[in-house]
């Protein structure tokens, strides 16, 4: 088995694929782009029931299949690009955590759903092998908001503002949860809230050198 060259992760609309593009173009790596199988429509039926559903005490019948099917996915995408070394990787098993937390603290999971999520989580990680780096996109909440107005995606719009600013803050500790739990050596953090950051060569050429410098071997 080879091992994944890059993550990138960070929440929606924070500027992830965008990097993650800009490396594979640059730096001439493979990019797996972040893959959504959803033969069910999971997704859809999941924000639906939370926005049609307030009741206190209610059983949220779509969040853990949801969540187990994106769980699934992000690990057999992370076992592909592991098969050599030369992939980005946009997203990984590692951020499904985030959102499996956030479900259950907003009440969508039961504490043995969670439980179960937990189980098969830890197992499926002693299967695969860290990345030689993971990067951390970063972005201001009000940012975010206004590129996911900006794009228009429908589903974004729908989850609402509130959903959004939950996540972000279930992502802030995502680099503590990161060093605690799994051996992940090399770290970096981007903060990609300015727009015209991925228009200024000397900006971006900065930003690459420094990636460039956890692959000597490539590079020199």
Known sequence: MGQIQIIVEGMTAS????????????LGFKLMPEEFRDTYDLLSKFHHETQETHAPN???KWAFPMQLNFLATRFSQYLCASEEDNYILDRSVFGDKVYASLYYKQGYFSDSQFGAYLTLYDSLLRYIKEPRLLILTRCPIDEILRRIKSR???D????GENYWRLLYDAYMPFLDFIKSEINIKNILELDISDPKFISTPERVNKFLDEVKSYFPERFN
Do not use: M, P
């Open 15 to 26: 500027g992830k694929s965008t990097i993650a593009n800009l490396l594979a173009e640059k």
């Open 58 to 60: 209610t059983h949220f």
């Open 156 to 159: 974004e719009i729908d989850a």
């Open 152 to 154: 228009g995606r429908q």
